[in-house]
């Protein structure tokens, strides 16, 4: 196996993961205007249901996922009902906000701690007969693949969305200026609640995509957000093509980066490149 193919594989999967955790907070913080640090443990939540619903209760596997998705939209959307909604009505600080976001992350890290214990959970049945392709000299396994295409799909998706439908252009507009947004007639309180849904949704499922590759932890979701925070801001914060762009740059420099030396540089190297963006251009490669 040459080293090369592997690392490019290696890259356009962490790439498409990471891009996946980016566009969910890149809508959030685009529509809210604030980090969503609660965000990160929607991840964990989406992983440990699918876990619940599959291998404790024996459900089907594809019901599970759905589930899966299914309450981590649900749970952002009542976080951001319960929670951020009140406080954004109040006219509360960035500060604010985010010192909720943290407790929201601490709470919900702790609820599944609690309830299936901070031990490490793998989600597949079997993982050492699962099936393994040679792409052009590199190894990638099925869930890896199945990875692979699902966060392609979701971006496509998005893409069109914004692009195409009117919820996509309200979510645009809101992003532009909310207040004008009311005064022309959208209802921002409820778009803004659909992007929570929709933007958690999608961290639950990168979520359960990981599970499925490599475990699941109750503290998974701070570093996978930590990731997707840094493509945002590499790619261009509040953008979401700059996010996806930020998400595979990360990805490659990454896994290049680690090339000669050990796995454990792999976050510092992610954030050196953060450091000169801030540094160099604070903006992103693409602006909002």
């Known amino acids: 196996m040459d080293i090369i193919p592997q690392l490019i594989l290696n890259s356009i999967i962490a790439g498409a993961i990471y891009a996946m955790i980016a566009l969910g907070f890149n809508l959030i913080y685009g529509t809210a205007k604030f980090f969503d640090l609660g965000y990160g443990a929607l991840t964990a ?133 909310e207040e004008v947004s009311k005064i022309v007639g959208v209802n921002t309180e409820n778009i803004i609640g659909w992007v929570f849904f929709i933007g958690s949704a999608i961290g639950g499922l990168a979520g359960i995509l990981i599970g499925f590759d490599t475990g699941i932890e109750p503290t998974m979701g701070l570093s996978l957000l930590l990731k997707g925070v840094i493509a945002c801001i590499i790619g261009g914060i509040g953008n979401v093509y700059g996010g996806v762009l930020g998400a595979f740059l990360l990805a490659f420099i990454e896994n290049f980066g680690i090339w000669h030396i050990s796995g454990e540089w792999k976050d510092a190297i992610a954030f050196a490149v953060l450091i000169l963006f801030l540094l160099f251009r604070p903006h992103g490669i693409l602006r909002k």
């Open 45 to 177: 939540v989406g992983g440990y249901a699918v876990f619940y619903f599959y291998k404790t209760l024996g459900l089907d596997l594809y019901v599970s996922i759905l589930l899966g998705v299914l309450i981590v939209g649900v749970i952002g959307f009542i976080v951001y009902k319960l929670v951020y909604s009140p406080l954004r009505k109040r006219k509360s600080s960035g500060m604010v906000l985010l010192v909720a976001a943290l407790g929201v992350l601490t709470a919900l890290q702790a609820i599944i701690a609690i309830l299936f214990t901070s031990q490490f959970q793998t989600l597949s049945q079997n993982s050492s007969s699962e099936q393994v392709f040679n792409i052009l000299g590199g190894a990638i396994t099925q869930t890896q693949l199945v990875t692979l295409i699902i966060g392609f799909v979701i971006m496509i998706v998005i893409g069109l969305v914004f692009r195409y439908t009117l919820f996509g252009k309200a979510v645009k507009a809101i992003g532009d200026d």
